[in-house]
C-alpha cells in the first residue's frame, strides 16, 4: 500500500473528510437562506410591538455572507484536520516508524498535504456552489464568469491553509502547536493587509474575490495574489521538510 493510499483510507476511515464537507457545504446551503429570511426571522423572535426593518436582500449580499462563514469557522476547520494530519511528530514512537520506512520527509510530508489541500478544496467547491445555486432560487442571477472565477480562487486559498499548517507543523512538534503556529500565521494576513501597497498582493485576497462580485475586476486583481499564493505554497513545502529532516526526534 503507496503512502497515498494510506493518507487517503486515513482520512476517509476516520471521517475526519466529513468535518470539513460537512462544515463548508453546511454554510452554502445555510447562508442564503439566513440572508433571505433574516428579517422573518428577527420579527418572529423579537417583541410584537417592534418591526424590524432590514435593507432588501440581494445576492451579492448572500454570497458575502457565506464567504463570512467559511473564513472564520470554515478556515478553523481545515487548519484542525489538516494538523492532526500534518503533525508528524505529535508522537514520537510514531515518528520513528514512519521515518525509518522512508527515504525522506518529503514522502511523508507530501501525501498527506495533497490529500488534505484536494479534500479542503474540493469541500469549498462544494460550498460555493451550493451557495450559488440557493442564491439564484431565492434572491436572483449572480454573474456566472466571474462567480466561477471567484470560487477557484477560494479553492487555491484552501490550498494554501493546508500548506500554512504544514510550515507550522515543521516549527511545531504536537497536534495543539501545529493547530496554533497556522492559526497564528494566517491571522497575520489581515495585520499586513493593512499596508495598501501590500494588500493587494497576499493570499487572502483569494478568499474576498466571492464576496465582492459586483466590483469589476481586472486580470491583475486575480494573477497578483494567485502568483504570491502559489509562490508561498511551494515555499512553504519545501520549508516544512527541511525542517522535519533536521530536526531530531
Do not use: H
Not at 3 to 15: A, C, G, I, P
Not at 188 to 215: C, K, R, Y
Request: with cysteine; hydrophobic share 55%.
Amino acid at each position: 500500500m503507496t503512502l497515498w493510499r494510506l493518507e487517503w483510507l486515513r482520512l476517509v476511515r476516520t471521517r475526519r473528510w466529513l468535518s470539513l464537507a460537512g462544515v463548508l457545504v453546511f454554510f452554502g446551503f445555510v447562508s442564503p437562506l439566513s440572508v433571505r429570511y433574516a428579517e422573518d426571522l428577527l420579527t418572529s423572535l423579537g417583541p410584537s410591538e417592534v418591526q424590524i426593518i432590514l435593507p432588501e436582500p440581494t445576492a451579492f449580499e448572500s454570497m458575502r455572507q457565506f464567504v463570512g462563514n467559511v473564513q472564520q469557522l470554515g478556515t478553523l476547520t481545515v487548519v484542525l484536520v489538516s494538523s492532526a494530519a500534518l503533525a508528524l511528530d505529535g508522537r514520537p514512537e510514531l515518528a520513528v516508524f514512519l521515518r525509518s520506512r522512508v527515504r525522506s520527509a518529503r514522502d511523508l510530508v507530501l501525501p498527506r498535504f495533497a490529500v488534505n489541500a484536494a479534500v479542503a478544496a474540493l469541500a469549498f467547491a462544494g460550498g460555493g456552489f451550493a451557495a450559488w445555486y440557493e442564491t439564484e432560487v431565492l434572491l436572483g442571477s449572480l454573474p456566472a464568469g466571474k462567480t466561477l472565477a471567484a470560487i477557484a480562487m477560494g479553492c487555491v486559498f484552501q490550498v494554501f491553509v493546508v500548506a500554512t499548517v504544514a510550515f507550522a507543523a515543521g516549527l511545531g512538534r504536537s497536534f495543539l502547536q501545529t493547530a496554533i503556529l497556522a492559526v497564528g500565521l494566517l491571522l497575520s494576513l489581515p495585520l499586513l493587509g493593512l499596508v495598501g501597497a501590500i494588500a493587494p498582493w497576499l493570499p487572502s485576497e483569494l478568499s474576498t474575490f466571492l464576496a465582492d462580485l459586483e466590483q469589476p475586476r481586472a486580470f491583475a486583481d486575480y494573477g497578483r495574489p494567485l502568483a504570491v499564493t502559489l509562490a508561498c505554497i511551494a515555499a512553504f513545502l519545501v520549508l516544512a521538510v527541511r525542517r522535519l529532516e533536521t530536526r531530531e526526534l
